[in-house]
């Protein structure tokens, strides 16, 4: 513990964090590139002063990390909070700061009003990625009815004028958008129930002329499962800043005496090297402190998931020849998806019944799941715990489980309501279900956890909003059940990416990326996803060659290029593969399984996009070896296509390049490529130079590797 400081300073190798204490709250004064220690915190406050303006306060309210009504602020509010008094007014005073090598709690107190509020920060150690996240505590005598609190509201630095932000829908997730930061709100706010497919909680804020491999940048992520919002704002006076929070319904939060309430976490990060920098400060980040395992430790076995080749068509018999048949692929975990339980013959019942289906597998799962594991695969299995359909056994005894309001009819939505996990009955029988299929089955080893369906009346049998308390519960439900079983994995699912955050994935594996298996939908989800998210938690599917979303008839070469990028796995009924497809998904996964340790360990590298093709690529941290892909979408409009400039290379290494996909190349004439194998370049002219690409069909993927003489 520290007495009242007028500066706290947080710093490493990849950025320095100021915030300057001299008035009533914090405030960031500074977030970015490394300070030396010969600029002092008082000359950016000296430097930060504004003056008074015509027709504006004499002192400017400041942006705080929880900016309130009691400081005078006129923007968006980072409280909003009523009682039986003025509690609405609330503005606090620092009364702590709190202050370690790589963190700092500030305590602050409004006691006239009976509230406490304090904000942790928190600055990784080896990257440039910071955790905040603020409570907000009743000290009174009487109840608090919570509106909003923001984890931060953040000031963006004034060279900032752009925003990339992150749309999409069912299939079609992480589609990004640049905007011109203007006056006036960029606000996104999201009620689904989930983080959902069309409104991501994050946002990257950059100068005019920042690309994926120069310029600054900045990322801002909540990590949170359900709604949200959050806003960029540039205000008259010239200011702008950023601000996260949950959204919550009205009385969703009563705060009684001596009660609090905690944000979810707001994650920003800084890049100085593009946008790919401040990427490999998220994934660095994520490994280091999210993910329980990495490519070393046990390395991202290869899936076969059973969904688009079988659906609801399960037979032992068969499920048994679709084993087989993979097995030799190099498929290394089996997946049995919807469609095992009591009488789920169809996505119109059975939700809630968690018990093996007599009538499909009357001797139980051990014949299908021994048959699995004997052929040197491990099991997994799906669930979707939260749902219930009005067509089941649960339902029918209780009703009552459901998320509802009173008097208003339930919005149809994939023939299923949404369990109310605030009801803590329903969480023990789902414990319970769960557990006992894992009891029973012992070589269960992986769950998807899938949820499909907004929630569109979140109440609970109080009549209260639940949104909020059915997170922590979710969160709690599955921690319970991998305590059960020590070692288990567990997939977010959410109709695809619905439900993709870091407020899940500390509590799960590896996220369903999207329900689109189409290798063109999929070059641009993945990018998408990868400006957060490492690759070792997409789940990337080879789907079949006529996608079952798209209709697009794509060739097995460019499906498996695409995969290989994700956590890779396959998705089709593998009796239709032709003798070539089977050769090429064999040689797909083969060379995935060779190079995962570095698309899962090493750096990402996305080149910029010139609207015709996806280009990217992964290398070693010691830059000893990597792996870039050209994928071309449409056909060039020029005769040939340009140059492919290689990145994140050691310019003053020697380097062999060579191509590992696909193993023939059709091409009009022989190209340079053809000629390249034994030759040596350097790094510098790979990367400053370039090499001429040959003429390609569209919808071709070439892959190489470089590696260092």
């Known amino acids: ?409 339930h919005v149809p939505f994939r023939n299923q309501y949404v369990l109310d996990l605030t009801n803590p009955e329903v969480v023990e029988y789902l414990y319970k279900v769960i557990t006992d299929v894992l009891k029973a089955y012992p070589k269960i080893s992986y769950i998807k956890w899938d949820m499909n369906r907004d929630v569109n009346h979140p109440g609970n049998l109080h009549g209260k909003p639940a949104m909020h308390g059915q997170m922590a519960a979710l969160y709690s439900l599955i921690d319970r059940v991998k305590a059960a079983k020590p070692g288990i994995e567990i997939e977010s699912c959410c109709s695809g990416g619905g439900r993709v955050d870091l407020g899940i994935l500390p509590h799960t594996d590896r996220f369903w990326t999207s329900d689109s298996n189409d290798a063109l939908d999929r070059l641009y989800i993945q990018r998408g996803c990868s400006y957060f998210f490492p690759a070792e938690v997409m789940g990337a599917h080879v789907g079949p060659r006529d996608c079952h979303i798209t209709g697009r008839h794509l060739p097995i070469e460019i499906r498996s290029a695409v995969a290989l990028f994700g956590h890779m796995g396959i998705e089709m009924d593998p009796r239709e593969l032709t003798d070539h497809e089977q050769s090429v998904l064999t040689d797909a996964i083969s060379l995935y399984k060779k190079y995962r340790h570095i698309t899962h360990g090493g750096d990402l590298f996305r080149m910029d996009d010139d609207g015709m093709n996806v280009k990217f690529g992964y290398v070693s941290k010691d830059k000893q070896e990597g792996i870039f892909a050209y994928n071309s979408v449409l056909e060039t409009v020029r005769t040939t296509p340009n140059r492919f400039y290689f990145a994140g290379l050691d310019a003053n290494k020697q380097y062999t390049i060579e191509r590992v996909w696909p193993e023939k190349l059709k091409e009009y004439t022989p190209s340079i490529l053809q000629q390249t194998e034994g030759q040596v370049f350097s790094g510098e002219v790979l990367m400053k130079y370039g090499m001429q690409l040959p003429v390609l069909f569209p919808q071709t993927a070439l892959i190489y590797t470089v590696k260092a003489v």
């Open 1 to 409: 513990m520290s007495s009242l400081t007028s500066f706290v300073r947080l710093s490493n190798e990849k950025a320095t964090l100021i915030f300057d204490c001299q008035g009533r709250m914090p405030k960031v004064i500074y977030y970015g590139a490394p300070l030396s220690d010969s600029t002092t915190p008082e000359m950016l406050s000296v430097l930060n002063t504004r003056q008074e303006a015509k027709c504006a306060p004499v002192i400017e309210p400041p942006i705080t990390l929880v900016p309130t009504h009691g400081d005078g602020w006129t923007g968006q509010p980072g409280l909003e909070v009523s009682g039986d008094a003025d509690q609405w007014s609330a503005g606090f005073s620092l009364t702590e700061i709190n202050e370690d090598a790589q963190s700092v709690a500030f305590v602050s107190e409004d006691a006239r009003r009976g509230m406490r509020l304090i904000t942790t920060v928190e600055l990784d150690n080896k990257t440039s990625v910071v955790k905040y996240v603020s409570r907000l505590e009743n000290s009174g005598e009487t109840p608090l009815n919570l509106g909003y609190l923001n984890a931060a509201s953040l000031p963006l630095p004034t060279s900032l004028s752009k925003i990339k932000t992150f749309e999409g829908r069912w299939s079609a997730e992480f589609q990004t958008k640049d905007h011109d930061l203007f006056f006036g709100s960029y606000v996104r706010e999201n009620r689904r129930g989930k983080t959902s497919h069309d409104t991501f909680p994050g946002l990257i804020a950059f100068p005019q002329g920042t690309g994926e491999l120069n310029g600054e940048c900045y990322g801002y992520h909540l990590g949170a499962s359900a709604n949200h919002k959050l806003r960029a704002e540039l205000m008259a006076d010239g200011r702008s800043y950023v601000q996260f929070g949950e959204l919550l319904f009205p009385g969703e939060v009563v705060l009684n005496a001596g009660e609090s309430y905690t944000s979810p976490v707001l994650y920003t990060g800084y890049g100085c090297e593009g946008f790919s920098s401040l990427s490999q400060q998220f994934h660095n980040f994520i490994r280091s402190n999210v993910l329980n395992h990495s490519a070393e430790s046990k390395p991202r076995p290869v899936h076969y998931n059973t969904w688009e080749g079988i659906y609801f068509d399960h037979n032992e018999d068969e499920l048994k020849a679709l084993a087989d048949k993979v097995a030799p692929l190099g498929i290394e975990r089996f997946v049995l998806d919807d469609g095992w339980f009591k009488g789920r013959r169809n996505d119109k019942a059975g939700l809630g019944d968690w018990f093996v289906d007599e009538a499909i597998y009357p001797e139980g799962l051990d014949g299908l799941i021994d048959h699995v594991t004997g052929l040197g695969m491990e099991f997994g299995i799906w669930f979707e715990p939260e749902m219930v359909n009005p067509d089941s056994d649960l339902y029918r005894a209780h009703p009552e489980w459901a998320l509802q309001t009173e008097d208003n009819p």
